[in-house]
């Protein structure tokens, strides 16, 4: 019965750890590409890499709206295709790539929380398992120490019933008639 019960409550336990672990995963896959994607952003993983971040990012929606947006503003101030419109724009371009990364970075940082937390949870996993193996272990050990003790009980009774009679009956008679 209570074998029975340590595996049930054992795997009641992994599951539910494990079902935490699966609500986390998208968060750590999330993570581990937002943290790529920085890596590809900053030169890490070489200049094709950082080209090709550089180049999703300029032609990305989000940059042809801030582009709209800048143009319209300069169009209205009447210096379209100035100076001042072209750093204009370069200034909104390089606070939005700065924001991306920090958004890159806000991710990756979230997904190393995840992947932190989904370690706890199979350590968590490791650690019933590891208690449930002791459990086991102990309780095979005491099934044994019973056993042996009870054969000890049948052999201290023998010899209690040898005494017993070896006090009654003198040895030399017993022996020598």
């Given at each position: 019965?209570?074998?029975?019960?340590?595996e049930?409550?054992?795997?009641?336990g992994?599951?539910?750890?494990?079902?935490?672990?699966?609500?986390?995963?998208?968060?750590?896959?999330?993570?581990?590409?937002a943290f790529?994607?920085l890596?590809?952003?900053t030169g890490?993983?070489?200049?094709?890499?950082?080209?090709?971040?550089?180049?999703?990012?300029?032609?990305s929606?989000?940059v042809?709206l801030?582009?709209?947006?800048?143009a319209?503003?300069?169009?209205?101030r009447?210096?379209?295709d100035?100076?001042?419109a072209?750093?204009?724009?370069?200034?909104?371009?390089?606070e939005d790539?700065?924001?991306?990364?920090?958004?890159?970075?806000?991710?990756?940082?979230?997904?190393?929380?995840a992947?932190?937390?989904?370690g706890?949870?199979?350590?968590?996993?490791?650690?019933?398992?590891?208690?449930?193996?002791?459990?086991?272990?102990?309780?095979a050990i005491?099934?044994?120490s019973?056993?042996?003790?009870?054969?000890?009980?049948?052999?201290?009774?023998?010899?209690?019933?040898?005494?017993?009679?070896?006090?009654?009956?003198r040895?030399?008679?017993?022996?020598f008639?």
């Amino acid at each position: 019965q209570a074998g029975r019960e340590l595996e049930r409550g054992l795997a009641e336990g992994v599951a539910a750890y494990e079902a935490g672990r699966e609500r986390l995963t998208p968060f750590a896959t999330g993570g581990t590409q937002a943290f790529n994607a920085l890596l590809a952003a900053t030169g890490v993983l070489g200049p094709e890499a950082q080209r090709g971040f550089v180049e999703n990012f300029q032609f990305s929606p989000n940059v042809d709206l801030l582009q709209q947006g800048v143009a319209r503003a300069m169009a209205a101030r009447g210096l379209t295709d100035s100076g001042a419109a072209r750093l204009a724009a370069g200034r909104v371009l390089l606070e939005d790539y700065n924001n991306q990364l920090n958004r890159l970075l806000n991710i990756g940082q979230m997904g190393q929380q995840a992947a932190t937390t989904q370690g706890g949870f199979d350590a968590g996993i490791g650690d019933m398992r590891f208690g449930a193996g002791q459990l086991r272990a102990n309780q095979a050990i005491d099934r044994g120490s019973a056993i042996a003790q009870t054969r000890n009980i049948g052999l201290n009774n023998l010899l209690n019933i040898a005494g017993t009679v070896a006090r009654f009956v003198r040895p030399s008679t017993f022996l020598f008639g």
